[in-house]
């Protein structure tokens, strides 16, 4: 079936270094991907998204990287800050309807 | 600009008692889907408006769950007989138009059933 997956539910990094969050996604026919940032007590926030015919997409202090070939996404965040502490999740359109598909999530805790 | 906004923030009811959460989407977004997240997971679809029409319902658990848009801005999602399993955070998320726009969320409304 259609699902939206992270590889790990939590990542600790040291302050100042480099983020990397994975997901895998199993519906080829998505055609556009979602980044999400969650802290503790609010909804969902907006991060970046990428479309399917791109492979890269930058935005401040963030990359989303697409593999298609793998069915692979992930988001890096440039050094990393306290304020980067959160839940990330991606997510995909549902499958031929409305609405979004989200994973579980990846917490990342940074270190000082 | 406001965002999405949620009311009430925070909700503790009895099982079997009826509650209703309202959601006021961003002006002018005609777009408006609720989700349910519960602890440690993603947000799960419930149901999407188009306008004043639910457009796609089939995310609504069963038939004690009920969602309206009367005027195509405001909503409120009707929870009728509770159970301790409809514990969970309410998610309203607005877009200007849907497929394929960046859905805006609010803070989200905490059930807790008892």
């Known amino acids: 079936g259609e699902s939206v997956g992270l590889h790990l539910p939590t990542l600790s990094v040291q302050e100042g270094d480099n983020s990397i969050i994975n997901c895998a996604y199993s519906n080829s026919a998505s055609d556009y991907f979602i980044w999400y940032k969650q802290e503790s007590g609010k909804g969902p926030q907006f991060i970046i998204d990428i479309r399917s015919n791109m492979d890269k997409r930058q935005g401040q202090r963030v990359t989303v990287l697409l593999n298609k070939t793998v069915k692979h996404l992930s988001l890096q965040i440039a050094a990393t800050q306290p304020g980067d502490s959160a839940v990330y999740f991606c997510a995909e359109p549902r499958g031929g309807a409305d609405g979004l598909t989200f994973g579980k999530g990846t917490h990342l805790i940074i270190q000082p | 600009g406001a965002g999405v906004s949620q009311t009430p923030s925070n909700k503790v009811t009895e099982k079997g008692k009826y509650v209703e959460l309202r959601c006021d989407p961003i002006?002018?977004?005609?777009?408006l889907y609720w989700y349910r997240q519960s602890l440690g997971q993603g947000p799960e679809f419930l149901i999407y408006f188009q306008g004043t029409g639910a457009a796609d319902d089939s995310g609504l658990p069963n038939d004690r769950f009920f969602a309206v848009r009367p005027e195509g801005s405001v909503s409120t999602l009707k929870i009728q007989r509770t159970e301790r399993g409809d514990s969970a955070v309410y998610l309203c998320?607005?877009?200007?138009?849907?497929?394929?726009?960046?859905?805006?969320f609010g803070p989200g409304t905490r059930l807790l059933v008892l």
């Open positions: 002006s002018g977004h005609t777009a």
């Open positions: 998320a607005s877009s200007p138009v849907g497929w394929g726009e960046t859905q805006y």
